[in-house]
């Protein structure tokens, strides 16, 4: 297939995505309920595209229409290659440290470093070492993402980034002993903040 079609075809697959959501909030009178997850999914096609600026866009959308929605750990690695590409370095930083946030062992299988399971308290499955176990969308060899690759390797680098992310590890640590409900939500809070540092 060349590779004019194949970009047709994924912006068909975005078309037929938008669309489906448009219905899914007409369905609901002017709420999404969206369950089967495909307000994840044109990221991926946008970065396949290269359309980084009409990716952009889309998650421009999907933040204001899903505010609360934190997506998965892919789904925000995702949105910080679409940041890094768009030149947005500070906002792929803080994303980045999500994705970390998120899935802290996403960032080692895209590195191919080994991963070393942590206690550490998961609210649930998607922030587990088994949830990306699989996981093999992105890697670093990609050809296309060889700025990114090294832009993110220097980042993770960084004093400020270490800090944070050893200070979320230890959040997590002792969230996952830790029984007294208030002290939970304080650690809880703790963590959030982090996020807002960078």
């Not at 975005?14 to 369950?35: N, T, V």
């Not at 308290?121 to 587990?128: F, L, M, P, V």
């Not at 690759?149 to 050893?166: C, G, H, M, V, Y």
């Amino acid at each position: 297939m060349s590779l004019i079609r194949q970009q047709e075809r994924i912006k068909i697959k975005i078309k037929r995505i938008k669309a489906a959501l448009a219905a899914d909030k007409r369905r609901w009178g002017g709420f999404y309920d969206d369950s089967r997850g495909l307000r994840y999914l044109p990221p991926e096609l946008y970065i396949q595209l290269g359309d980084f600026s009409g990716g952009l866009k889309y998650l421009n959308w999907f933040e204001k229409n899903f505010p609360d929605d934190c997506g998965t750990p892919e789904f925000l690695f995702e949105w910080t290659i679409i940041l890094f590409k768009s030149g947005k370095l500070k906002e792929a930083g803080k994303k980045a440290f999500e994705t970390f946030c998120s899935n802290m062992y996403l960032l080692d299988k895209y590195f191919n470093r080994e991963i070393k399971k942590i206690d550490k308290w998961e609210d649930s499955n998607i922030a587990a070492a088994e949830y990306v176990m699989d996981y093999s969308k992105y890697s670093y060899g990609m050809k296309e993402l060889s700025d990114f690759s090294d832009w993110l390797r220097q980042f993770t680098a960084t004093e400020k980034f270490i800090d944070l992310s050893n200070k979320f590890i230890e959040i997590q640590k002792r969230l996952y002993t830790e029984t007294n409900t208030d002290i939970r939500r304080y650690l809880g809070k703790q963590a959030d903040q982090l996020i807002n540092i960078l």
